[in-house]
């Protein structure tokens, strides 16, 4: 059974349709890439699927059941967390504080929240910065912390939202390492990303929309050499 | 010496002093200055649980505080209930109001929450000058005499000097540091924090917004209200401008500006600026020390117009004080510390 | 029926100032998204303006509009130029926090000029009323400000659909970034828009002057009062805070004679916070926040 059913999901706001009947599967373990033009509606299909919105109409299944209008938090709580295009650091605590915010979705002791937080600090390489305040990062770390901050509430499936967007490539290559490890530690993810290169690295599927629409899935290999996709990109056939 | 281990020390050693102040300082005028002291710590500090740590910026804690007064006061005054029992009343009538306007008012953002807020405290006020046979309207209510206090046979004390208020008050600056100390050492306060910090980031975090914003409204409202009913016994009088009035909700407000939102002692810096420079004021201590020096002549025009005015400049006083820290140290004092302390941590890695 | 005529026509005098400040108020959110919580403390000033060029000059206070609303202007100009500007950037809550503080300034300093007592304004006329047929009279200084009133507002509608600098400032309104990279110079028009607001919220003060009483705290109910107009209307929505006004007006003249006067400001309060409630973004409803 996949553990992401995504069955015939639109989200309309007013006239505009966001996202158009989308439906795919994500199957434990492995990584989605999803990708597609700016505005054709990733962002938008994370929102519906965290509970951020509902969608307005289809299914959002997780482990076998229906997250329809669940609250942003009880997502969270079922194993499914997400990072932000935009990062959300919590400004004026620190790095480590931060981490723990997640943690205490898990336990109710400061004690074994640091404990998890210096645990998930290490894994995106971050002890350095333990008590530095997160407000006064650099985007490359604050990005990692993000990471760091959404594993720490353990999840089973972790949504990345554009997470290697402005980053340069020694940066970029860091997140993939640290996409390539989390995978081996067993979780499903779901990454929008922009980066060909690294999307095509790092994705067993990738899920390709345009304007609200899906346009097409595949391997990595199908979707990149499918002339539709080159299109959609590019605005016309590619020889 | 372990710096937790120091700090401890201290502040015990602060407190013993402030327990024995009593039993040297005789002057009712210097006990009443410690009360009002106190007084302001315990308001700021119930505020800041839910200001200054889950950004929540209320303009209307003057609801909680009128509450809790009113509701001792018209207990002791139409049925004679001890104020230890009324205070009991006061806070269960301030958690229900706290989560009426929790419901209404923390579907709210940012400006929208302080405005419905001003609005729930002049909504008590006006009901409280209009519900004349309850509260005695915009006379307010006149209760000096309390019951003597009494524990089995033994009377502990009736209330006859300020020492037994002095406690009082003592013991509340230490209840609401020692929730507020709780607070930020626990789940709640990491939350809150989380809250005020990002709420979307927050809830997409597994915290759900309502419930901890109720939490801190709640706390923060029992805690005003306990202050309230303080106030209103040791006075003797409430009226609704004295205890539901915006200003108080402002004062209440710029303890916590000028001492540092979010932080364990912001109040009580914040109440030891605030509390003697109006005071000062209040009392022509700035006039007359004016006028000793030579600087102003008492029989001048300008003598005689501080002799008279200074004395209600006091909230001219607060208006300037918000402008210039807002201006120039928006994090307070407390906040201003902390960067000199980042920074000389910073310069020294 | 005439009860009912007479307290709806008074709603509509008394909301058309309210329309003023309202609509003050509501540019200077558009255009800056700034809260202005001393706006009724600036009505004060405009009042105390008023009331001294009255007793001073003899200068009638309808007349003295022509020199309050230039004066008012440049003390918006000045208040906006030397602390709004230093914290168009800064958390909501500072922003709110330091207009709070301004007013607390204003209201108390004219109090220690002034002292607290109640000042009235008495005019030849200020008692005066004009019957309007079937037993329905309005008091002649409300049916003025009235008539000024409106003359102002379509002045302002004019101002700005038809003018550079009115178009300039709706552009800003709309979209700050926007308008600055299309050569709009934002800062001038938050001067002009914080300047414009405390001229018509100065003006509203004139306006009244005759017939309300004039001490230093009476700010801080029109300041309220003027959040419910514009949230009832739309925040940053001028035709909406002008419909708010006049709601709002015919709401409190309403209760005042049905319900009873010493309730009234509750009614509005609460309509405020079911507005709060169910339809936050006001009648003309852009929420921005």
Known sequence: MAILEIKNVSKFFGG??????????????????????NGAGKTTLFNCITGYYPPSRGEVIFNGRRMNGLDPDKVCMLGMVRTWQKVRPLAKLSVVDNVMVGALARTGSLKVAREMAMEQLKVVRMEHRTNFLAGGLPIGERKKLEVARALATQPKILLLDEVMGGLNPAESEEII???LDIKQRGLTQMVIEHDMKAIMRISDRIVVLTSGEKLTEGSPQEVVSNPDVISAYLGEPHA | MNKRVLKGSVILLLLAGLLL???????????????????????????NILGGYAGQHSVGHAAYFGVGAYMTMMLMHSKGIAPWVGVWAGMAAVVVVALIIGSICFRLRGPYFVLASIAVAEIMRLSAINLTTLTNGAEGILATELPAFKIGATVVTDFVTKVPFYYIGLFLVVLTLGVTYWVQHSKLGYYFQAIREDQDAAHSLGINIALYKNIGLVLSAVLTSLAGSFYGIYVGFVDPPTVLGLDVSVQIMLICIIGGMGTLWGPVLGSLILVPLSEALRSNLVTDLLVKSGAVSAESRLGLFLKENLSHAHVLLYGILVVLVILFMPDGLMGFVKKLAMRRKREAV | MAVFLQSLISGILIGGVYALIGIGLTLIFGVMRVINFAHGDILMVGMYLTYLIFTLLGIDPFVSVLITFPLMFLFGGFLQKVFINRVLDALAQNQILLTIGLGLIMSNTVMLIFTSDYK???TSYSSATIKVGGGVSVS??????????????????????KTDTGQAIRATAQDRDAAQLMGINVKRMSIIAFGLGAALAGTAGALIS????????VGSVFTLKAFVITVLGGMGSV???TLGGVLIGITESMSAVYISSGWKDVVVFVLFLLVLLFKPSGLMGKSRT
């Open chain 3, 140 to 161: 002649t200084p409300l049916l003025i400000s009235f008539l000024i009133t409106a003359a102002i507002t379509a002045a302002l509608y004019w101002f700005l659909l």
């Open chain 1, 16 to 37: 505009l349709a966001a996202n158009s009947d989308v439906s795919f599967d994500v199957h434990e373990g492995t990584i989605m890439g999803l990708i597609g033009p």
């Open chain 1, 177 to 179: 390492q640290l996409i």
């Open chain 3, 120 to 122: 009235i304004l008495t």
């Open chain 3, 239 to 241: 035709v909406g805070a």
């Open chain 2, 21 to 47: 102040i009593p039993r040297f300082v005789e002057s009712p005028y210097a006990l009443h200055m410690m009360i009002l002291l106190f007084l302001s710590v315990a308001q700021g500090q119930s505020w």
């Open chain 3, 210 to 217: 005759p017939t309300y009483y004039i001490f230093p705290q």
